[in-house]
């Protein structure tokens, strides 16, 4: 029906971690090729597909550490098992604001100017420029195949109803999300199929695979 948030993804270290910038990853990454791990929610997922992105514009060498989710991933990163992250930052949000997370780069082009917590975090066009990365999530409500246009119309409506309101937007704001929505169910499925086209040139450039 439509798209109701879009979510940078983020690279984080944990705060004891002696990375205090980007460059100091990628700087660590090219001196010692493979000896960095970045643990993310699976092969094939935003965060996977950050890292690649990011090391084929940079020639580091980073070890890519696949979790079934991104959960498990957080708490070894939060144990200190593996050394960075890429991923979209809800999941990190709490650990961020207690110190126990340090948030080095945005992965999308632009900054996350609206939250506090996030507005100084330098974003892809500062830190690579002329790379191209902008590496977001988004978000969508669907309905099963089959339901009658006129339903999907009221539904609609009214899910754009509560998205385009200042007290949504104050819920989704702090935690990285940017609200949107589409102006019709047409315009969200046209959005969906070129999204195709630009995921599966992601994963193709990945190597991801389901073997």
């Known amino acids: 029906m439509t798209r109701v948030t879009t979510g940078t993804v983020y690279m984080t270290v944990n705060a004891n971690s002696p990375y205090k910038t980007f460059q100091d990853v990628i700087a660590a990454a090219k001196k010692d090729p493979g000896k960095l791990t970045m643990g993310s929610s699976g092969t094939g997922t935003i965060s996977h597909l950050t890292i690649s992105k990011v090391a084929k514009a940079t020639g580091a060498e980073i070890t890519h550490v696949p979790y079934r989710g991104g959960a498990p991933a957080l708490q070894d990163l939060l144990a200190g098992n593996i050394d960075m992250m890429f991923d979209v930052i809800p ?88 609200t949107i929505v589409d102006k019709s169910p047409a315009e969200y499925g046209a959005y969906i199929k070129a999204q195709e086209a630009v995921w599966k040139g992601l994963v193709e450039e990945s190597g991801a695979s389901l073997d």
């Open 91 to 178: 999941l990190s949000m709490a650990h961020v604001r207690e110190g126990r997370l340090r948030v080095l780069a945005a992965a999308s082009a632009e900054r996350t100017t609206f939250s506090d917590d996030l507005k100084n975090v330098p974003s892809m066009k500062e830190l690579l420029p002329g790379s191209g990365i902008d590496m977001q999530s988004w978000y969508g409500i669907n309905v099963p195949a089959g339901v009658a246009p006129d339903r999907i119309a009221v539904l609609h409506k009214a899910i754009v109803g509560v998205v385009d309101t200042a007290e949504f937007r104050s819920k989704m704001e702090p935690n990285g999300f940017t």
